[in-house]
């Protein structure tokens, strides 16, 4: 198998993580714009945008490439704090992979992207929208939902925040995150800690894509039409 070179640009993101990336801003901002305007009908069908992608970024990280499984960058308490008390030391652990800070802020901003969005499904103006889920639960259950729903997309804000926060820090120190998600590549150096083979990396496996994407199709026609 063909190891990584030292110095040598390799691929860590698949387009698919990297269109992901990408597209989950523009629908975050879709979703608040089309709420603040009342286009409600809008605004349910990028919530059933957002339900596919997000469907399908939890099954890519089970079955996706490498560097998109979730076990590659879900670190325990040692590796995270080793690295936190590292970060402004010329020692700092280099990953080419989410390192255990980052790693963390992925599960944190997935999983409150993933609490917004499924508030949303039992939601309803009182008026003529609900959401697909609406009539399942009691209406205080709905009412519940609805009110954090409002109120939680202020904290999701705040992270998406830090994450800015974040991203300029380590430009700063020296690690261009931006250009590595748009390129999906990044430089392989001896104090990487999550190196791979570069056959690794070099197939894309459209099978598990499509199975992956036919699920998350399957799951968002069955919530908002069968249901």
């Known amino acids: 198998m063909a190891q990584v070179k030292l110095n040598q640009d390799i691929k860590v993101w698949d387009w698919s993580i990297r269109v992901f990336h990408w597209s989950l801003p523009v629908l975050i901002f879709l979703m608040w ?9 809008r605004h349910m069908l ?31 308490p040692k590796a995270f704090l080793n690295y936190a008390t590292k970060f402004f030391s010329d020692k700092k652990p ?16 997935m999983g409150a992207v993933i609490f917004q969005l499924v ?6 103006d009182d008026i003529f929208t609900q959401g697909p889920l609406y009539d399942s639960v009691s209406r205080s259950t709905s009412a519940w939902f609805s009110r ?3 109120f939680f997309f202020d904290g999701l804000l705040v992270l998406i925040g830090l994450h800015l926060a974040a991203i300029l820090l380590y430009k700063f120190r020296g690690e261009g995150l931006v250009k590595a998600m748009f390129s999906g590549k990044k430089e392989a ?39």
């Open 33 to 41: 714009f089309t709420q603040d305007q009342g286009e409600l009908d």
């Open 46 to 76: 990028c919530g059933q945008v957002l339900l596919g992608m997000l469907t399908y970024r939890l099954i890519w990280g089970l079955v996706g490439t490498p560097y998109a499984r979730f076990k590659h960058f879900l670190y325990g």
């Open 94 to 109: 280099r990953y080419l992979s989410h390192n255990p800070m980052g790693g963390l802020m992925v599960f944190v901003l």
């Open 119 to 124: 508030s949303g499904l039992f939601t309803t």
């Open 148 to 150: 954090w729903h409002s």
């Open 189 to 227: 150096t001896e104090e990487d800690q999550d190196r791979l083979n570069v056959q690794e990396m070099e197939h894309f496996p459209w099978v598990r894509f499509f199975f992956a994407v036919a699920l998350s199709i399957s799951l968002v026609f069955v919530i908002f039409y069968y249901i």
